[in-house]
């Protein structure tokens, strides 16, 4: 069977701290998007379908967008990547253990979580 891929629910926006407050500003002040609450202390909005993820991210100079793709098992599709070349970047982020998802990085440095829908 193929390893299949779909996109997933969550963009994370990965901000540094200078440019953090202005854009959370921005999109519920400006925008107007609606703000998720449920994730604790998490700056999440409703972006259409999906969920858009601000984070501080010290350490880089400008925006990053990370997407998430969604597989039905991690570890063939981990397999998968790894036969495909596709370069991992667990470091990027620590997941907790036990987590069904990992973070590759794409050709023009996109960085994807790869993830089981539960994986959570």
Known sequence: ????????????????????EET????RDVIGLKQITEKGTAIGFEFGP???WIDVASG???AELWLE??????SEA??????????RCDAIEPLAEGFRGG????PANIVHMVREPDAW
């Open 1 to 20: 069977m193929k390893t299949k891929f779909a996109g997933g629910i969550d963009i994370a926006l990965k901000l540094p701290p200078h440019q953090f």
């Open 24 to 27: 959370v500003i921005f999109y």
């Open 50 to 52: 999906v969920n858009l």
């Open 60 to 62: 880089i100079s400008q």
């Open 69 to 74: 793709l969604f597989t039905d098992n991690f």
């Open 78 to 87: 981990a397999k998968y990547l790894r036969d495909a070349g596709v370069v």
């Open 103 to 106: 973070w590759i990085i794409s």
